[in-house]
């Protein structure tokens, strides 16, 4: 079974909150699945790899024999293809573990799209970081009221003696 991976990753601050989107389409382009996953604090080329490392992982469970990736990081796109080396030490176990889930496919492709193209992906990479931003600031302002409440009824808060 061939399988069509569209994948983006995406960093607010490079490195910052970063995200992974994945759109998994079969040989005929009917959509299979959207992935979205928040990655934590990384730069924008890692997010790129984990993005792929997400889609792989989830074509090979799904049950594909072939894999055609379809990216709009030329970087990343040249670093599998073998025309760019991986110098940056953050991505060479990235890089490694990306040929590990390769090697599990009879056939793979990669194919650099310009960023138009990509859109969807890009969509949920950037919903992965929003999803987490917006909890954040949720907990921080359920933590901000609880203080404050605390404060206001704690009978020392205002700062007048008994007395």
């Not at 990216?71 to 991986?86: C, F, N, P, W």
């Not at 907990?139 to 609880?146: D, F, L, M, N, V």
């Amino acid at each position: 079974m061939r399988l069509l991976l569209f994948t983006d990753g995406a960093s607010r601050g490079n490195p910052g909150p970063s995200g992974a989107g994945v759109v998994i389409e079969d040989a005929e382009g009917h959509l299979l699945e959207e992935l979205s996953e928040y990655l934590g604090r990384g730069t924008n080329n890692e997010a790129e790899y984990r993005a792929l490392i997400l889609g792989l992982t989830r074509a090979a469970e799904l049950g594909a024999t072939e894999v055609e990736i379809r990216t709009d990081s030329e970087l990343m796109a040249r670093q599998i293809s073998g025309v760019y080396r991986v110098k940056h030490p953050g991505l060479k176990p990235l890089f490694e573990e990306v040929g590990i889930l390769l090697a599990r496919f009879r056939r793979q492709s990669v194919t650099h799209l310009p960023r138009e193209q990509n859109s969807q992906a890009d969509k949920l990479a950037n919903r992965a970081i929003d999803g987490y931003l917006k909890d954040l600031e949720s907990k921080e302002a359920k933590r901000s009221r609880g203080l404050l409440q605390s404060s206001e009824e704690s009978p020392g808060s205002t700062g007048q003696g008994a007395g």
